[in-house]
Nanobody
Framework: VQLQASGGGLVQAGGSLRLSCAAS????????VGWIRQSPGKEREFVAAIAWSGTRFYADSVKGRFTISRDNAKNTVYLQMNSLKPEDTGNYYCAGNPSGSYYVPNDYNDWGQGTQVTVSS
């Protein structure tokens, strides 16, 4: 499977962005996808995931602000990010096929390239 993330950019605090993760080589309707972010000098951090069943999981830091969704017809997963904060800044990766916990970045087996999100104060 190939995962292609896009949609990052520069936004002011309080603004919104929508990230996309387009997949090829496999149907996302039977595949779990997560968003993982990494800031300079920090460990990779789980953000959100959507299981193949449609169940959604969020990090506490983004609950109520971010929404993960999936469009099976477009084979794409989205991350709608609202009320962005400077601490949301980072390189956002879409990843799939976790072999363990959805919340553990290292448990994901398939990775796309990142898309940079920068939130200015």
């Amino acid at each position: 499977v190939q995962l292609q993330a896009s949609g990052g950019g520069l936004v002011q605090a309080g603004g919104s962005l929508r990230l996309s993760c387009a997949a090829s080589g496999r149907s996302l309707s039977r595949y779990t996808v997560g968003w993982i972010r990494q800031s300079p000098g920090k460990e990779r951090e789980f953000v959100a995931a959507i299981a193949w069943s449609g169940t959604r999981f969020y990090a506490d830091s983004v609950k109520g602000r971010f929404t993960i969704s999936r469009d099976n017809a477009k084979n794409t997963v989205y991350l709608q990010m609202n009320s962005l904060k400077p601490e949301d800044t980072g390189n956002y990766y879409c990843a799939g096929n976790p072999s363990g916990s959805y919340y553990v970045p290292n448990d994901y087996n398939d990775w796309g390239q990142g898309t940079q999100v920068t939130v200015s104060s």
